[in-house]
């Protein structure tokens, strides 16, 4: 009776867990699904305020609401609301999570002509001590802000050694592509947009930026070879 007595206990303790788990997956959901459904009414004034909600963080945690909030005064125009919200954010965060922070708003800033606040970011990558990424950005720095042209041999070395990977592959990629692209040598830059975009979620910066410059080469290429034939 006493081993049946213990039996029903654990029985009842696994049940209650599952639904107590069942329970904070349901609110997390819903939560999810309420700033979703904002971003798609483009109503960015209510995410931002359920984004700085307790109830909200505690579901989603602190990063994902974060980010929602970040992507909103973006999309509101608000930049000096959102260059204040990630300075507060580079010194609540840290680690991967920083990284993440950094890695979006960096490459954001620097595509929007806002130069100075990248060199910011920047000077914040380099002390998560994190070299590929370090290296990745100082690169994206020189090329788009700088104008520099004359790196694809450094890049392709650090390439080849496979110091990169995944996102940061794909930014370097992309980098040698852009230097291609500006020397004149359309054929060798669009294999180089082709092998960046596979490693770029469909929605990335350099996902757009690649489909761009990939159309704009064929169109040229098609063009040149309409004027052999």
Same mark, same amino acid.
């Given at each position: 009776?006493?081993n $049946? ?13 599952? +639904?107590?788990?069942?329970g904070?997956?349901?609110? *997390?959901?819903? %939560? ?19 984004s700085e *909600?307790?109830?909200?963080r505690k579901?989603?945690? &602190? ?9 909103a ?10 260059? %204040?919200?990630i ?6 965060y ?26 910011k ?16 950005? !100082? ?6 802000? !700088?104008?520099? &042209?004359?790196?694809? /041999? ?13 996102y /940061? ?9 852009f $230097?291609?692209? &500006?020397?004149?040598?359309? !054929?060798?830059?669009?294999e ?11 929605h990335?910066?350099?996902? !757009?930026?690649?489909?761009? /410059? +990939?159309?704009?080469?064929? /169109? *040229?290429? &098609? ?7």
């Open positions: 009776m006493g $049946q007595g213990n039996m029903l206990m654990v029985w009842i303790i696994v049940v209650v867990v599952m +639904v107590g788990g069942l904070y997956l349901l609110i *997390k959901y819903k %939560r999810y699904n309420i700033l979703n459904r904002a971003i798609k009414e483009k109503n960015y004034e209510l995410i931002v305020e359920l *909600k307790p109830s909200y579901a989603l945690g &602190n990063l994902s609401c974060d980010l929602y909030k970040f992507n005064l973006r999309s509101m125009g608000h930049i000096d609301d959102l260059k %204040r919200s300075d507060d954010a580079v010194q609540l840290g680690g991967k999570d920083l990284e993440k922070i950094l890695e979006l708003y960096f490459h954001y800033f620097l595509h929007h002509n806002d130069a100075e606040y990248a060199k970011l920047l000077a914040d990558i380099r002390d998560t001590g994190n070299a590929p990424f370090t290296q990745c950005s !100082e690169w994206c720095y020189q090329v788009v802000a !700088e104008h520099r &042209n004359d790196l694809v /041999n450094e890049m392709e070395d650090q390439v080849n050694a496979n110091v990169f990977s995944g /940061n592959l794909g930014v370097v990629l992309y980098l040698i592509a $230097q291609l692209q &500006n020397d004149g040598e359309l !054929e060798e830059a669009l180089y947009y082709k092998t960046a975009m596979q490693c770029f979620a469909p990335a910066i350099y996902m !757009e930026l690649s489909r761009r /410059n +990939v159309e704009i080469i064929e /169109n *040229k290429l &098609n063009e040149a070879g309409d004027l052999v034939d």
